[in-house]
């Protein structure tokens, strides 16, 4: 895992070619990348909220690397953990991904005053006490 700003510009646009959702902008600002073997296999973006509250904005991760979802979550929260965040919040889409929040002991959340209401897609809230 590193910062998006120190991967080359031509992994981030092969990598975002592949899914134009990705706010190209936000990644390369507080955003990761997953490199393995040479090449990007995903990506995520921090914000962070008010209450010392991370949330887990934008995440993707290819096809092949799908597999690594759980990994990718950990080490999510193990970078929440070194900025001393108090909660990481994710909105999920996907039923799969529920599941894995739910393995990781995200809890569902029917509260989501404290994020940027803007996310008027379908789906569930999810948060995480970092301890």
Known sequence: MMKAKDATARDIHRLVDSNKSI?????????????????????FVLEKMENNTLWLRQMFVTKEAVISLPGLLEAVLALAKNEEADNVIIHSHQVELDIVLEALQFFPQTDATYVDNSVDIPGKWWAYKVS
């Not at 936000?26 to 990348?33: D, E």
């Open 23 to 43: 706010d190209t902008e936000k990644l390369y600002q507080t955003g990761y990348v997953i490199k393995q073997a040479d090449h990007l296999e995903g990506c």
